[in-house]
């Protein structure tokens, strides 16, 4: 069975009319589905639980270059802004307007169209909102309970609660060598962030959670590109963005960031050209909203958890290049451990890519043959 409809395709408008007398009213069209003759608009990909299979390893990579490329940016660009803008939620208040600015003229350019959902996947979006703007808050919540080595350590831990997730939920498995590569990558971390260890119970449960929320981000972002929904990156940012920014100024002002904001104006602290600063550092969240989302969809939500593994370990090392920060000789080893393990698990699933069968090309669709003499059917006869 083909798809009567594809969202992002104007030529079966006609068709979608002509068969509107046969749905209910209201009928999103991407619940609209049946068998055209002729019809030869692909079907998406299914049973490939996070889409990653059908993309070359050099696109994959490609899109990591650049996602480490960006986000490494715009992480050095956050150190030298909090210093002279010390309000983390406002900050992000910043990062969500610029998504929803940026997707609307977009849209406005028609870059990317909007898929007509069920009342059901737009509480799905709500909630997924809720989720990315929860996974900062509990994130700077927890940073204030325990030292930032602990913090560190327990955030490597997202790819196990990554596979768990995608194990329980999708029933995924990897293969035992994915497994162990990881080993090296979480143990790298700890060591190349080794430093004083400190935490509150509260702060523990709070950076747990913080982490199994990043894991359960990662895959919600990947599922709502390769599931059912299969939206594209510009319309989830485009629909999640005006929900995060209202639950970001919610916390900013709940938190008093706010009022010290008015208080800094007030001062006169804010120059032009700090404010000029602000304004790049939104357009590069911006750019990192779209790689990242597109990164995920492309390599997978596990490789996007080991890459983030990665990233710390390079931040690490922007540290030492750029602002003088000192390593020992066991944070330098873990340094190398979390390189090398990060290169295996590249490696493994190569491997595996290179293993997996190529499926095979759809047949042709068989004659039709129409069993129901309707006016409707008649119509769609003719058109095809």
């Known amino acids: 069975m083909l798809p ?48 990653s299979a059908a993309v070359s390893t050099r696109v994959k990579l490609c899109y990591l270059a650049v996602y480490f490329a960006v986000n490494l940016g715009l992480t050095v660009y956050n150190k ?29 350019h028609g ?20 989720l990315y703007t929860l996974n900062i808050a509990i994130s700077n919540v927890s940073l204030n309970l325990v030292t930032i080595p602990f913090h560190q350590i327990v955030r490597a831990t997202t790819p196990i609660a990554t596979i768990l997730i995608y194990r329980f939920v999708y029933s995924k498995t990897y293969s035992t060598l994915t497994y162990l590569s990881l080993i ?24 747990l959670l913080g982490a199994i929320l990043a894991a359960l981000k990662t895959v919600t972002t990947n599922r709502m590109q390769t599931g059912r929904l299969n939206l594209s990156a510009l319309e989830i940012l485009y629909r999640m963005s005006p929900l995060a920014l209202i639950q970001a100024i919610t916390y900013a002002y709940l938190s008093g960031e ?22 790049i550092n ?26 983030a593994n990665l990233k710390q370990i390079l931040t690490i090392v922007l540290g030492v290049l750029f602002f003088r920060l000192k390593v020992g000789p066991l944070n330098a080893f873990g340094i190398i451990l979390t390189l090398l393990g990060s290169a295996w698990y590249g490696k493994v699933e190569l491997d595996s890519k290179d293993r997996t069968p190529k499926l095979p090309k759809s047949p042709p669709p068989p004659p039709y ?3 129901l003499d309707t006016k409707a059917e008649r119509h769609v006869w003719k058109l095809v």
Not at 97 to 102: D, E, K, M, T, V
Not at 111 to 130: C, E, I, M, P
Not at 259 to 278: H, M, N, Q
Request: some cysteine; glycine content about 10%; proline content about 6%.
């Open 184 to 207: 090296p990558t979480i143990i790298g971390v700890a060591l190349a962030t080794y430093g004083d260890y400190h935490f509150t119970p509260l702060g523990f449960l709070f950076t």
């Open 111 to 130: 870059t990317f169209t909007l898929t007509r959902l069920a009342y059901y996947d737009k509480a799905v979006l709500v909630a997924f909102s809720f």
């Open 258 to 279: 706010v009022d010290t904001l008015r208080r800094y104006a007030l001062e006169g602290k804010f120059s032009g050209v700090e404010i000029l600063g602000l304004l």
């Open 4 to 51: 009567l409809v594809n969202d992002n395709d104007d030529d079966n408008a006609e068709k979608t009319q002509l068969l509107a007398s046969t749905t209910s009213p209201g009928t999103p069209r991407s619940q609209i589905i049946g068998t055209i003759p002729g019809d030869a608009t692909p079907a998406p990909l299914v049973g490939l639980v996070d889409g």
């Open 369 to 371: 043959i129409p069993t």
């Open 282 to 307: 939104t357009l590069l969240a911006f750019s990192l909203n779209i790689v990242s989302f597109t990164a995920n969809k492309k390599t997978g939500g596990l490789t996007m958890s080991v890459a």
């Open 80 to 108: 030298v802004v909090m210093g002279k803008f010390p309000f983390p939620y406002l900050l992000t208040g910043l990062h969500t307007a610029s998504g929803c600015l940026g997707c609307w003229v977009l849209l406005l």
